[in-house]
């Protein structure tokens, strides 16, 4: 993932008055911690830090923060926003090195839904986890993971072992091997005839694709 560049102004002054102040001037109260380092408030460009929080996979994006010629390398890890315009009132980004590695959430993408045997059928993706805790090294966090559903029939799960995982990324739960997402069967079922009738018209079709092709 790219990272990205921008600017802050650093606080001279915290507490709940400094932070409405800035935010009635258009800023966005921020703090920088983590690293054995000293943390250091900050203030951003509420327009630009809006841009930014609505891109997918934000707490997974690298940034550096520019703060009086000195840059911080980090991630936010906490968003407050309003209960109402869901704006944003404050922001926590932690502190990394290159050499770190840091749990992030990462999104789920499935792929080849018109191509799953199951979901032909009539089954139904059921999605367990739409983001997944790897253990990431810093410089390298992906954007998402992605499962192919080609030929999956219903009945299948889909395990976080069948997932393949970038270098150097492992799942944050090791205990077991999770559940990430199932084709599940219809409401009420299929009828015996009709899952034949279907399961071999399907075949056909795959057939069809494979001389075709």
Not at 21 to 40: C, F, H, S
Not at 80 to 95: G, N
Not at 126 to 134: A, M
Not at 196 to 213: A, F, N, P, Q
Request: charged share 25%; glycine share 8%; hydrophobic share 35%.
């Amino acid at each position: 993932m790219e990272t990205i560049d921008i600017k802050a102004e650093a606080r001279s002054q915290v507490g709940k008055g400094s932070a409405r102040a800035a935010r009635r001037a258009g800023l966005v109260p921020a703090v920088i911690y983590g690293n054995k380092e000293t943390a250091v408030s900050v203030t951003l460009d509420a327009n630009q830090w809006r841009q930014l929080m609505h891109k997918p996979g934000i707490f997974s994006q690298l940034i550096n923060i520019n703060v009086n010629n000195e840059t911080h390398f980090v991630l936010p890890r906490d968003i407050q926003q309003h209960p109402v315009s869901e704006e944003a009132i404050h922001v926590d980004f932690l502190r990394v090195t290159k050499n770190a590695t840091v749990a992030v959430g990462i999104a789920v993408e499935f792929l080849n839904e018109d191509k799953c045997t199951g979901l032909k059928l009539g089954g139904v993706l059921n999605i367990v986890r739409s983001k997944v805790e790897l253990n990431c090294p810093a410089i390298s966090i992906p954007e998402k993971l992605t499962v192919d559903l080609e030929g999956l029939n219903v009945g299948h799960t889909i395990h976080i072992s069948s997932i393949e995982l970038p270098e150097g990324c492992t799942p944050t739960i090791t205990d077991r091997d999770f559940t990430v997402a199932t084709i599940a069967a219809p409401r009420g079922g299929l009828d015996d005839a009709d899952e034949t009738e279907d399961t071999e018209e399907v075949s056909e079709e795959t057939e069809e694709g494979k001389s075709d092709s």
